[in-house]
T-cell receptor
């Protein structure tokens, strides 16, 4: 049973396009996250939702729009893709909000913008 | 920045040897977590150590925490080729964009290569 799943695993697209990444967790967790991992392996939080409510919104361009239809799902839509958006995007979940909880990560979506 | 920094950036050892990775951070913490990332995969939680703990064990893993020096170390004993991965420490921190909620801040990781 996959705990945190993401689709697609790979995404290759051209500049200016709009794309979405989907994430689902079957752990019954309340909190979900989107992270971006750059080519130097730095992992940086982008957004976090708790029970469908946005609680963390880092300094991310507003071309990125998360959406949580229910607490098991967190999607990420990206408008007008740019070369600098190329990275691996990870979805994660935790039992509750806060850094005291371990986070469970999905397998990642490698986005390549050409 | 409160970001954890791992040291060394890369480590290459032979199977059976011990591997030690260090993490330093800048502000007070409630706890510190270590994660492993295999190539092309997501991160996997290894261990969480609280600020009032000095050492914690899990199988072949030993984590220490020195809050006075703001540092932690991860020791993998009797390493195996399957331990080849990147290892990240993560600390809790606030940001103006997190509405007062704690978020995990990750470093760039230590890339460990264990050769058979």
């Amino acid at each position: 049973d996959t705990a945190v799943s993401q689709t697609p695993k790979y995404l290759v697209t051209q500049m200016g396009n709009d794309k979405s990444i989907k994430c689902e967790q079957n752990l019954g967790h309340d909190t979900m996250y989107w992270y971006k991992q750059d080519s130097k392996k730095f992992l940086k939080i982008m957004f976090s939702y708790n029970n469908k409510e946005l609680i963390i919104n880092e300094t991310v361009p507003n071309r990125f729009s998360p959406k949580s239809p229910d607490k098991a799902h967190l999607n990420l839509h990206i408008n007008s893709l740019e070369l600098g958006d190329s990275a691996v995007y990870f979805c994660a979940s935790s039992q509750a909000v806060g850094s005291s909880y371990e986070q469970y990560f999905g397998p990642g979506t490698r986005l390549t913008v050409t | 920045s409160q970001q954890g920094e791992e040291d060394p950036q890369a480590l290459s050892i032979q199977e059976g040897e011990n591997a030690t990775m260090n993490c330093s951070y800048k502000t007070s913490i409630n706890n510190l977590q270590w994660y492993r990332q295999n190539s092309g995969r997501g991160l996997v939680h290894l261990i969480l150590i609280r600020s009032n703990e000095r050492e914690k064990h899990s199988g072949r893993l030993r984590v220490t925490l020195d809050t006075s020096k703001k540092s932690s170390s991860l020791l993998i004993t009797a390493s195996r080729a399957a331990d080849t991965a990147s290892y990240f420490c993560a600390t809790g921190g606030f940001s103006p964009f997190s509405g007062g909620y704690n978020k995990l801040i990750f470093g760039a990781g230590t890339r460990l290569a264990v050769h058979p």
